[in-house]
């Protein structure tokens, strides 16, 4: 159970006498702080896995008196996740090297959202350091980004929801084993009971609390609203910036996931169509309304490539219930697609049979993409052949997901209509 304790802030030297008050001052507010000795002959290993809840790094950048800009980007590498959010604050002697260590973090993904360099020798006094002045000067610093409380705020109504839905279940320690079980067969369907794959009774038990998760974070969100973020944050009558944010946009497109197994099969699951034989037959590219449709972006020698997504039935899925065939749904990926004035795609109007998702962001290669399905365009295959033949992309959420699946339903069993002329 130890291993679920984590601290939420992390200090990395080799001189304790120059950290000592750091740690005293988080101990003293009941906030967990670990120290890691970074000196280079005598110093402790890097932690086996990041940690999960790390708000703040103070990070030295001498170890034995020895600078290494790659080894202080690997100590933070170790600590946390690329994307992560965490500030950094540079407590060093020499804060020149501090520019080097920033631009290796930048390399490896692992940005810090803010970081403070401040000098060791500026908090210098007789009996060591006046580390009551750093904080004074770190709590300035904060201030000028009263946003980050709100996040914050959102993160903490996220962990007392997620605290109240672990006490309900555990609140009668002796029946925790049989709830769970009840839970993941509920949620899994009574299949499940025969499956010996464990990994997937895990997903569906997540999936299961996630939902509870949801539903109940919001419950939390009471508390005062500093007066900087009444004027500005919530102020909503002049956005700076207009220009779409095609990462933020994904973000509520796709599950934040960084790698997809080749073998999942998932609701939602977008994939490219590598079947030789399928593409043939379901291609959408050389329908002639849509190679009119692409007629501008295919002479821009723009890349189109075929893919598919996943519409069988979430319950089906979860449940095994699909049959030998998966059923699937025709479609196109634009990378870098040609575009008008103001961003726009400069495509003719779309038929009622198509639905576009633009201004996407998959990664740094692939940073401005559009998808294109047709609803026109449904087939089923076997499991086994999309495993081997289909190359996994990005996963739908949930609610994008539904929301195709009641268009697509609505396009297949919309009335014809008899015109007398």
């Given at each position: 159970?130890?291993?679920?304790?984590?601290?939420?802030?992390?200090?990395?030297?080799?001189?304790?006498?120059?950290?000592?008050?750091?740690?005293?001052?988080?101990?003293?507010?009941?906030?967990?702080?670990?120290?890691?000795?970074?000196?280079?002959?005598?110093?402790?290993?890097?932690?086996?896995?990041?940690?999960?809840?790390?708000?703040?790094?103070?990070?030295?950048?001498?170890?034995?008196?020895?600078?290494?800009?790659?080894?202080?980007?690997?100590?933070?590498?170790?600590?946390?996740?690329?994307?992560?959010?965490?500030?950094?604050?540079?407590?060093?002697?020499?804060?020149?090297?501090?520019?080097?260590?920033?631009?290796?973090?930048?390399?490896?993904?692992?940005?810090?959202?803010?970081?403070?360099?401040?000098?060791?020798?500026?908090?210098?006094?007789?009996?060591?350091?006046?580390?009551?002045?750093?904080?004074?000067?770190?709590?300035?610093?904060?201030?000028?980004?009263?946003?980050?409380?709100?996040?914050?705020?959102?993160?903490?109504?996220?962990?007392?929801?997620?605290?109240?839905?672990?006490?309900?279940?555990?609140?009668?320690?002796?029946?925790?084993?049989?709830?769970?079980?009840?839970?993941?067969?509920?949620?899994?369907?009574?299949?499940?009971?025969?499956?010996?794959?464990?990994?997937?009774?895990?997903?569906?038990?997540?999936?299961?609390?996630?939902?509870?998760?949801?539903?109940?974070?919001?419950?939390?969100?009471?508390?005062?609203?500093?007066?900087?973020?009444?004027?500005?944050?919530?102020?909503?009558?002049?956005?700076?910036?207009?220009?779409?944010?095609?990462?933020?946009?994904?973000?509520?497109?796709?599950?934040?996931?960084?790698?997809?197994?080749?073998?999942?099969?998932?609701?939602?699951?977008?994939?490219?169509?590598?079947?030789?034989?399928?593409?043939?037959?379901?291609?959408?590219?050389?329908?002639?309304?849509?190679?009119?449709?692409?007629?501008?972006?295919?002479?821009?020698?723009?890349?189109?490539?075929?893919?598919?997504?996943?519409?069988?039935?979430?319950?089906?899925?979860?449940?095994?219930?699909?049959?030998?065939?998966?059923?699937?749904?025709?479609?196109?990926?634009?990378?870098?697609?040609?575009?008008?004035?103001?961003?726009?795609?400069?495509?003719?109007?779309?038929?009622?049979?198509?639905?576009?998702?633009?201004?996407?962001?998959?990664?740094?290669?692939?940073?401005?993409?559009?998808?294109?399905?047709?609803?026109?365009?449904?087939?089923?295959?076997?499991?086994?052949?999309?495993?081997?033949?289909?190359?996994?992309?990005?996963?739908?959420s949930k609610e994008l997901l539904s929301e195709m699946q009641v268009?697509?339903?609505?396009?297949?069993?919309?009335?014809?209509?008899?015109?007398?002329?």
């Amino acid at each position: 159970m130890i291993n679920f304790l984590e601290p939420n802030v992390i200090i990395i030297d080799d001189k304790r006498e120059e950290i000592q008050g750091i740690y005293d001052y988080y101990i003293e507010r009941g906030i967990g702080c670990k120290i890691f000795n970074s000196d280079l002959i005598d110093g402790d290993d890097y932690p086996e896995k990041t940690y999960s809840d790390v708000n703040i790094i103070y990070l030295d950048l001498h170890y034995s008196e020895h600078f290494d800009a790659e080894i202080c980007a690997t100590w933070i590498r170790h600590i946390v996740k690329p994307r992560s959010f965490y500030i950094l604050v540079m407590w060093t002697k020499d804060i020149s090297k501090a520019e080097q260590v920033s631009t290796l973090l930048n390399t490896h993904k692992v940005i810090p959202f803010l970081t403070l360099t401040k000098s060791k020798t500026d908090y210098q006094s007789e009996q060591g350091y006046n580390f009551s002045d750093l904080f004074e000067t770190l709590n300035v610093d904060l201030s000028s980004t009263p946003s980050l409380e709100e996040i914050l705020h959102w993160k903490k109504t996220v962990k007392y929801s997620s605290n109240e839905i672990i006490g309900n279940v555990t609140s009668t320690p002796n029946n925790i084993v049989n709830k769970l079980k009840k839970i993941i067969i509920s949620h899994g369907g009574t299949f499940i009971k025969d499956s010996e794959d464990n990994i997937y009774k895990r997903s569906i038990l997540f999936d299961a609390l996630d939902t509870v998760l949801i539903s109940n974070t919001k419950k939390n969100i009471d508390g005062e609203i500093n007066e900087l973020n009444n004027q500005n944050l919530y102020n909503l009558q002049d956005v700076e910036d207009s220009t779409t944010d095609k990462e933020l946009n994904s973000w509520f497109h796709f599950k934040l996931e960084n790698e997809i197994s080749p073998n999942l099969i998932t609701p939602g699951l977008i994939a490219v169509n590598n079947h030789r034989f399928f593409k043939k037959l379901y291609s959408i590219k050389d329908d002639p309304k849509i190679e009119i449709f692409l007629k501008k972006q295919i002479e821009a020698d723009k890349q189109i490539d075929d893919i598919v997504l996943v519409i069988s039935r979430p319950c089906d899925i979860a449940q095994k219930k699909y049959g030998k065939n998966l059923k699937l749904l025709s479609g196109l990926i634009i990378k870098k697609p040609l575009r008008k004035t103001k961003g726009k795609l400069d495509l003719p109007t779309p038929m009622d049979s198509l639905k576009i998702y633009d201004h996407l962001y998959f990664d740094d290669n692939d940073n401005d993409v559009t998808l294109l399905f047709d609803f026109r365009y449904s087939f089923s295959v076997p499991s086994d052949i999309f495993i081997n033949k289909f190359s996994n992309l990005k996963i739908f959420s949930k609610e994008l997901l539904s929301e195709m699946q009641v268009e697509y339903s609505n396009y297949s069993s919309r009335l014809g209509i008899t015109q007398i002329i």
